[in-house]
């Protein structure tokens, strides 16, 4: 049995957990769209664009999903005023590969530029310099959403719909175009200062400075240092370098990560000498460098499928924002549950964030945010039920585009938008056409 | 760069929507080429023309072609510009043959498109490729022209009489300075092909279309792409009729 212009595949998230069955379009044409999106039965239909979400919203166990990475053209850009508009299958890397030499870099990217405009549009995704930039929903000028009746509807920022698809989990209809302005950078580098820090309180202190005159900031944690140096890790500082005479800039080789490395290998005494040596990379006396964009913005871009490192059973991702006032007791008490469990957690990565997003279900506001990933493992959702505790009681959230084990209780908690956007949702897809195995965790859509 | 240097090439794609037309457009785009978009999308082809603009094409227009109207081939070819031109001609159509068992009438939409299309616009344009004195022709045909097979013997009977035109074609216009190139492609990863049972060793899109440039620029009379086909379709060639007929191939 097979209809024609559909696959049957089995998807992951970019956390390689739990398996999805779904039976997947691939258009290559806007005009396609209306007849798949029809075609929806009662297990719905979800956009699956680059595959970078870490853990279920881009899936849909037993129902359709849209492949949209081929919607991928430039439409128009302008360089006097940067305004570019793209189709929502264009990815950060596509703008990196064509825009950077031309001096336009996106004004917030995510970690990995294989992210499509889509994607980062429908998670909110934010970027090293959210405390000065917001996420990248902020710097949407309007987009076109094909609505799950097959209707096209061009949306800004004070239409009720844009803030409902803003960091709407793809759950609002298909994203077809984005327009948004591009940032003009002098150079392709950017001047960094990395400095060691001790301890976590050394690490907050230099971060407040940092989060008020550099661009660009970002810190390294140890998550398996304990005790006294509980939250030591490498605070990286950046701004855009002006043009140098002796730059020269090579495209980096692509490099792959060949296989899935034994459960075995990381174990809590590798990542432990792993993290020490990444710490002591940086000298005492901390250094200055430039740096191009490609390898501050996107380190691990240059390992393809670099989640295998976590072996066959997957990774979590946990990301959470703490508001400043709870930031310090937060911030400890999340890094003292992960050394505690010797979940060997890689690497943890501590940022500061000072805007709200557009969304009604956005990750963002003023506070810190911490982001870990683990091995999957028995005990990890342990430690994720435990973590989650602990993002509740200092009144912080957790990032949905990461996560893969948040409660739906804890959900409703954390993000006080959810009956606004349940409200929309109703009116703009009453049949429910548009379903995910996350929208479906966390009855997003409540629970009727 | 002096005014007296010859100016960046014009290819013409014929079903300039197509998943290879499409990594074509692109390919040639970055570098420099100008480019002609035909098809019966207007809006999508629309929308590759923005795309091929900001990637560095000099210049780019869209013009409609329907390759099953073949009354309108001989006015669409007096429009196009004097200048020389290169052609890419990627449109096609694949009805499985399963489909075409249970409604005969789509065996003549597989030999209007793939057979009759593709001859009766190239025979509308052959009297100015041969004036130009210059230029290529890229066709994407097909390996299943190359031999009959009862999975697929409508499109591949079709691609076959392609490829004999081809090679007539060939040879006429070789005494001008043109070339023709007969793609024998195996399986892609396109739009026709995505969710077809039974695909192995697929290539992509992007591959394909830089075979296609590469094909051009060395005057390649025939190509098989991915080039192991040649290997796969040398060995079904030489099975002898009295056995294939028995083999469900």
């Known amino acids: 049995m097979s209809e024609p212009g559909w696959k049957r595949d089995v998807f992951r998230g970019w956390g390689r957990l739990a398996g999805a069955e779904m039976l997947a379009a691939r258009p290559e044409r806007v005009s396609e769209l209306p007849a798949i999106l029809a075609a929806a039965g009662p297990e719905g239909i979800i956009v699956h664009a680059g595959g970078r979400s870490y853990g279920d919203s881009a899936l849909n166990t037993g129902g359709r999903a849209i492949l949209t990475r081929r919607l991928d053209r430039l439409l128009a850009f302008d360089p006097a005023s940067g305004l570019l508009v793209a189709e929502a299958g264009v990815s950060f890397e596509d703008l990196r590969r064509l825009f950077l030499p031309r001096g336009f870099l996106a004004p917030v990217t995510p970690g990995t530029a294989f992210v499509t405009l889509g994607g980062a549009v429908a998670n909110d995704v934010h970027g090293k310099n959210q405390d000065q930039a917001g996420n ?54 950017v001047a960094l200062r990395e400095r060691r820090m001790a301890d976590l309180d050394a690490f907050l202190a230099a971060l407040e400075v940092e989060r ?13 240092a304990r005790g006294p140096a509980l939250g030591r890790g490498i605070l990286e500082a950046a701004d855009p370098a002006p043009p140098s005479p002796s730059d020269s800039y090579v495209e980096a080789k692509a490099r792959r990560f060949p296989i899935d490395l034994p459960g075995l290998a990381l174990n809590p005494l590798s990542v432990a000498a792993f993290n020490a040596r990444y710490w002591r990379r940086v000298p005492a006396e901390g250094r200055e460098r430039r740096v ?102 200092h009144g912080g959230l957790i990032y949905l585009a990461k996560d893969s084990r948040l409660s739906a209780a804890g959900f409703a908690a954390m993000y006080p938008g959810l009956p606004e956007f349940r409200r929309t949702l109703a009116a703009v897809d009453p049949s429910g056409r548009m379903r995910s195995d996350m929208e479906r965790r966390l009855k997003i859509r409540g629970d009727g | 760069m002096p005014a007296a240097t010859t100016p960046e090439p014009l290819w013409l794609v014929l079903g300039a ?97 793939n057979y009759q299309g593709a001859v009766s616009i190239l025979a509308r344009l052959e009297p100015r490729l041969a004036a130009a004195g210059q230029g290529a022709v890229v066709v994407l045909s097909s390996v299943a022209g190359d031999r009959g097979r009862p999975s697929n013997f409508v499109y591949g009977s079709a691609k076959a009489g392609l490829n004999v035109y081809l090679q007539g074609l060939r040879a006429r216009l070789s005494h001008h300075g043109v070339s023709v190139t007969t793609i024998k492609a195996g399986f892609m990863d396109t739009a026709m092909t995505y969710g077809l049972p039974g695909m192995f060793l697929v290539a992509s899109p992007e591959a394909a279309a830089k075979a296609c440039l590469d094909a051009a620029a060395k005057k390649r009379n025939l190509l098989y792409f991915p080039f192991f086909w040649w290997l796969i379709m040398g060995i079904i060639k030489a099975i002898p009729e009295r056995i294939f007929k028995r083999l469900k191939l």
């Open chain 1, 136 to 189: 990248f929903g902020s710097h949407v000028e309007w987009l076109d959403l094909m609505l799950p009746s097959g209707e096209v509807r061009r949306l800004t920022a004070a239409d009720p719909l844009f803030r409902a698809t803003v960091g709407g989990l793809g759950l609002t209809g298909v994203i077809l175009s984005v327009a948004f302005r591009m940032m003009a950078v002098p150079s392709r580098f």
């Open chain 1, 212 to 224: 008020r005159q550099a661009v660009y900031s970002v810190g390294w944690i140890d998550a398996l």
């Open chain 1, 292 to 393: 191009s964009y490609d390898r501050f913005l996107y380190p691990l871009d240059a390992i393809g499928d670099w989640n295998r490192l976590y072996g066959r059973r997957g990774f979590h991702q946990f990301q959470a924002l703490l508001p400043e006032a709870e930031g310090r007791t937060g911030v400890r008490a999340l890094l003292e549950a992960c050394a505690a469990s010797r979940a060997a957690s890689f690497l943890a990565v501590l940022k500061t964030m000072g805007r709200e997003g557009a969304g009604l279900l956005s990750f963002g506001g003023r506070g810190y945010t911490l982001a870990l990933d683990f091995p999957a493992r028995p005990g990890s959702d342990d430690l994720l039920r435990r973590l989650e505790r602990l993002v509740l009681d």
């Open chain 2, 17 to 113: 929507s197509s998943s290879v037309a499409r990594a074509f457009i692109r390919l040639a785009a970055a570098g420099g080429a100008s480019l002609i978009l035909a098809g019966r999308d207007l809006a999508d082809m629309e929308r590759s023309a923005a795309d091929a603009r900001l990637r560095g094409a000099a210049e780019v227009e869209v013009r409609r072609f329907d390759a099953a109207d073949g009354a309108s081939h001989a006015a669409f070819a007096a429009a196009l510009p004097a200048r020389p031109l290169n052609i890419l001609l990627a449109f096609g159509l694949l009805h499985p043959q399963a489909a075409i068992d249970r409604d005969p009438a789509l065996a003549a939409e597989v030999i209007a498109i």
